[in-house]
């Protein structure tokens, strides 16, 4: 038996997943039809989106102005929900990778991230002054 | 000194400041936004996380897209924006209001403004404001001091970390330094339940296998350069029990206990002060006791979600421009706060309009009902499944509910 805490609502209804002898799940304490899905799913294939900010690579001929308060982070997500198990494999990737700014809001660093189909992109337009 | 006139001046450049100015603008008024920061966006730039804009955009964004997307609008206006400015003062000058600012490109600055909209936002409690005792080595942080830290400068503030307080700026920083490869030994909170909202404490807590001590306190934290440990003592019927004390090691804790309006600025200006909010005393149109000033987000009471930070910044900006058109509203009934409502935002409903109002709880309560009276007479009642004060409660009154009126009326808002 599996506890979970529904998070769809506010409510966070205390739920329990239970599987019968032909393995069909049984979902209880839900107290709405989204708290039977969100238990399944979340069982089944538990997802997240990937937030992260990896270090911004300036240009080779920039050179930093003295006192310079330049962004040294770039900001990036996941495009959707990425499967829970494999995100250490993500965040291990993102920590090695640098971005080479400027870059805009939606550009894309990685495509098909560890093959799942999802990829990552930056949040936030860094231009250099 | 640099002069300039504008119609309105917003100060703070964050989700209230843009939106406020925003809706200023397309009624038709000359803005100029003042923000301290290098660029727009205050505190949704560090706010790398997902789950922003569900009502404004009906999608998830992150903090910096939120952000961007309000800028981007920004831009397609005629809207003037100085960055890196710091205002110092605000004054009243015969009948327009004055703004004293500073900046290392312009230097000192004189802005005339017939009207001022207040975002500055909020700041973090620290380790004064909540008395914890012990040595005062290094490695204490506020929780959003470290999401800077972390998000913004690329530095990461320690490896063994405790959160004090389970705001949910606490939870968000758990699940971010544990994938920094940190290690997030717990979370303590004095309340027996959390103060963050719950799908943080599973998609942050849980998820990483966070122990949360509910009822506990930090009693003392050990360490003469740097943290070393802290010592937790848990609280049964009020109590604290101290043969139950217990120690955790730690190089880091980071602190999440709390928002406070930041209102120097309106302070030194003589704008009365709420206490149950920390921000200013405002009328149905938003406006603080300095005639022509408005306040919106979380400057005038702390938010949970952005979404109804810009709801209402575009309220006070449009109430900014009716005001400035000759509008005053003919009568205003007083807003009283019922059992278990820590306040009621704003303090006055006009009856000849529709009135958007913002609440919280005192109370964690499922089944409860929230009734509106209006000199004692039920004019609304509603069902809620569950509240928490961690989460706003919002209602908007229609005139109609408003009719009978007087001129001493007093509308009471309570949660049975």
């Given at each position: 038996?599996?506890?979970?805490?529904?998070?769809?609502?506010?409510?966070?209804?205390?739920?329990?997943?239970?599987?019968?002898?032909?393995?069909?799940?049984?979902?209880?304490?839900?107290?709405?039809?989204?708290?039977?899905?969100?238990?399944?799913?979340?069982?089944?294939?538990?997802?997240?989106?990937?937030?992260?900010?990896c270090e911004a690579l300036f240009p080779e001929d920039f050179s930093l102005a003295a006192g310079s308060e330049l962004v040294h982070r770039v900001p990036v997500r996941t495009t959707n929900a990425f499967p829970k198990e494999r995100i250490p494999e993500l965040?291990?990737?993102?920590?090695?990778?640098?971005?080479?700014?400027?870059?805009a809001r939606g550009d894309m660093v990685i495509k098909d991230a560890l093959g799942t189909g999802i990829d990552v992109i930056v949040t936030r337009t860094i231009a250099l002054e | 000194m640099k002069q300039l006139i504008f119609d309105a001046v917003v100060i703070g450049g964050g989700a209230a400041g843009m939106a406020a100015a925003l809706e200023l603008d397309s009624r038709g008024n000359s803005v100029l936004i003042l923000d301290r920061e290098e660029s727009l966006?205050?505190?949704?730039?560090?706010?790398?996380?997902?789950?922003?804009?569900?009502?404004?955009?009906?999608?998830?964004?992150?903090?910096?897209?939120?952000a961007q997307r309000f800028e981007e609008k920004l831009q397609t206006r005629n809207i003037q924006v100085l960055l890196k400015t710091m205002v110092l003062d605000i004054r009243e000058e015969n009948d327009h209001k004055v703004i004293y600012a500073v900046s290392p490109k312009q230097g000192m600055m004189r802005i005339e403004a017939r009207a001022i909209v207040l975002a500055m936002g909020c700041r973090e409690r620290n380790r004064g404001n909540i008395r914890i005792p012990g040595t005062r080595p290094a490695g204490i942080y506020t929780a959003g001091l470290a999401q800077r830290l972390v998000n913004i400068e690329g530095y990461i503030p320690g490896k063994d970390v405790v959160i004090i307080g389970?705001?949910?700026?606490?939870?968000?920083?758990?699940?971010?330094?544990?994938w920094s490869g940190c290690k997030v030994h717990a979370v303590i909170e004095i309340l027996p339940y959390p103060s963050g909202l719950t799908r943080n404490i599973v998609q942050c807590l849980n998820d990483f296998g966070i122990p949360l001590y509910l009822s506990h306190l930090v009693t003392n934290i050990y360490g003469k350069d740097r943290v070393e440990g802290i010592e937790v003592t848990p609280i049964e019927a009020g109590a604290l029990m101290s043969e139950k004390a217990f120690r955790i090691e730690c190089d880091t804790v980071l602190l999440?206990?709390?928002?406070?309006?930041?209102n120097e600025l309106s302070r030194n200006a003589g704008i009365e002060i709420q206490p149950s909010t920390n921000g200013p005393w405002v009328d149905s149109m938003l406006m603080t006791t300095m005639p022509g000033v408005f306040a919106c987000g979380n400057v005038l009471h702390v938010h949970d979600l952005v979404d109804y930070v810009v709801e209402e910044?575009?309220?006070?900006?449009?109430?900014?421009?009716?005001?400035?058109?000759?509008?005053?509203?003919?009568?205003?009934?007083?807003?009283k706060t019922g059992s278990n409502i820590r306040y009621i935002m704003p303090m006055r409903v006009n009856p000849?309009?529709?009135?958007?109002?913002?609440?919280?709880?005192?109370?964690?309560?499922?089944?409860?009902?929230?009734?509106?009276?209006?000199?004692?007479?039920?004019?609304?009642?509603?069902?809620h499944a569950h509240v928490q004060p961690s989460e706003m409660l919002s209602l908007t009154l229609k005139p109609e509910e408003l009719a009978t009126a007087g001129r001493d009326s007093t509308l009471e808002i309570a949660l049975l």
């Open positions: 038996m599996k506890e979970l805490i529904c998070i769809t609502c506010p409510m966070g209804c205390h739920l329990s997943i239970d599987s019968d002898e032909r393995g069909e799940l049984k979902v209880t304490g839900n107290r709405c039809i989204r708290g039977e899905q969100y238990a399944r799913e979340e069982v089944l294939n538990p997802k997240r989106v990937v937030t992260y900010t965040i291990a990737t993102l920590r090695t990778l640098n971005i080479r700014i400027p870059v | 966006g205050g505190i949704l730039m560090q706010c790398i996380h997902n789950g922003f804009g569900l009502i404004e955009f009906d999608e998830e964004l992150t903090g910096p897209e939120f389970s705001g949910d700026i606490g939870l968000i920083m758990a699940r971010r330094m544990s999440s206990v709390g928002l406070v309006p930041e910044a575009r309220r006070a900006g449009a109430n900014a421009s009716a005001w400035l058109s000759g509008y005053r509203p003919e009568r205003e009934i007083r807003v000849e309009r529709e009135n958007r109002l913002y609440m919280r709880a005192l109370v964690v309560k499922n089944d409860a009902r929230l009734d509106v009276r209006l000199d004692g007479t039920v004019v609304r009642s509603r069902k």
